[in-house]
C-alpha cells in the first residue's frame, strides 16, 4: 500500500525544471506533498484532494490523476533552496487519518 | 508561536528500560501522529489520533503505546525498546482529518538510540 515514488533521486542546475510522480495501486482520497532537508523536520507543500481541489505552496504546482491514482510534483526554474528530499504521502478515503509516505525523491539543485 | 514540540530531542537508552517521548501542540489541532524514520525511508506512520481518548494504529505500531488524554499531548510509550526501535521519530499535528484534509504540522524530531 506504500506509494512508490520516481525518481529516486534528481540532479539539476539552477534555473532547471524537475518532475516527482507519485503512484499509488489503491484508490486514494488525498495526495500531500512534503520537503525535508538533512536533520530537519518535514514541511508541507501542497494537498491535492480527490476531485481536484488542491491547497499548496506559489512556487510548486502539482496534479492528480484519479483514473492512474498518481500525482506528480512540479518543480520549475529550481532555485538552490529547493535541494532536499520530496516525500508524498497518501490517504486513503476509507481509512481517513492513516497516511502513508513514499520512500522519498532525493533532489540536489547546484549553481 | 504554533508549534508542536516534542520531548527529548535526543535519547540514548539500553534494552528494556521504558522510555516516554512527549509530544505537545498548541495550535488546538484535533489530529495528532507519530511516526520513524530510519535510514533512506519515508516516514512509516506508528498510531495516530483522530481526537481526545480516539487512538488507532498505523502501519508500524509493534512494540509502542500512545494515549490522548488531554488534546495537546500525545506521547509515544515504548515500553520494553529494543534495538530495533533505534529510530528518528517525528510528531505531527493537523487540524482534522475529518471533513477535508489539512497539511500536518511536524515537530522536530526525537533520535533515539537503543542499545
Known amino acids: 500500500q506504500q506509494p512508490v515514488q520516481s525518481p529516486q533521486a534528481v540532479i539539476l542546475r539552477e534555473g532547471e525544471d524537475a518532475v516527482i510522480n507519485c503512484s499509488s495501486s489503491?484508490?486514494?482520497?488525498?495526495v500531500h506533498w512534503y520537503r525535508q532537508k538533512h536533520g530537519e523536520a518535514p514541511v508541507f507543500l501542497m494537498i491535492?484532494?480527490?476531485?481536484?481541489e488542491q491547497k499548496g505552496h506559489e512556487k510548486i504546482s502539482a496534479s492528480f490523476n484519479e483514473k492512474k491514482q498518481q500525482s506528480s510534483l512540479y518543480l520549475t526554474a529550481s532555485q538552490l533552496s529547493y535541494s532536499g528530499t520530496y516525500f508524498c504521502?497518501?490517504?486513503?478515503?476509507?481509512?481517513?487519518?492513516?497516511?502513508?509516505f513514499g520512500d522519498g525523491t532525493t533532489l540536489t539543485v547546484k549553481p | 508561536e504554533a508549534q508542536v514540540t516534542q520531548n527529548p530531542r535526543y535519547l540514548i537508552t539500553v534494552t528494556g528500560k521504558k522510555l516516554t517521548v512527549t509530544c505537545s501542540q498548541n495550535?488546538?489541532?484535533?489530529?495528532m501522529s507519530w511516526y520513524r524514520q530510519d535510514p533512506g525511508l519515508g516516514l512509516r506512520q506508528i498510531y495516530y489520533?483522530?481526537?481526545?481518548?480516539?487512538?488507532d494504529k498505523g502501519d508500524v505500531p509493534e512494540g509502542y503505546k500512545v494515549s490522548r488524554k488531554e488534546k495537546r499531548n500525545f506521547p509515544l510509550i515504548l515500553e520494553s525498546p529494543s534495538p530495533n526501535q533505534t529510530s528518528l521519530y517525528f510528531c505531527?499535528?493537523?487540524?482534522?482529518?475529518?471533513?477535508?484534509?489539512?497539511?500536518?504540522?511536524f515537530g522536530d524530531g526525537t533520535r533515539l538510540s537503543i542499545l
Open positions: 489503491k484508490a486514494l482520497y488525498s
Open positions: 495550535m488546538n489541532h484535533e489530529y
Open positions: 491535492l484532494l480527490k476531485g481536484g
Open positions: 489520533s483522530m481526537n481526545v481518548e480516539v487512538t
Open positions: 504521502g497518501t490517504e486513503m478515503e476509507a481509512n481517513a487519518g492513516k497516511s502513508t
Open positions: 505531527a499535528s493537523s487540524l482534522s482529518m475529518g471533513a477535508r484534509y489539512q497539511p500536518q504540522h
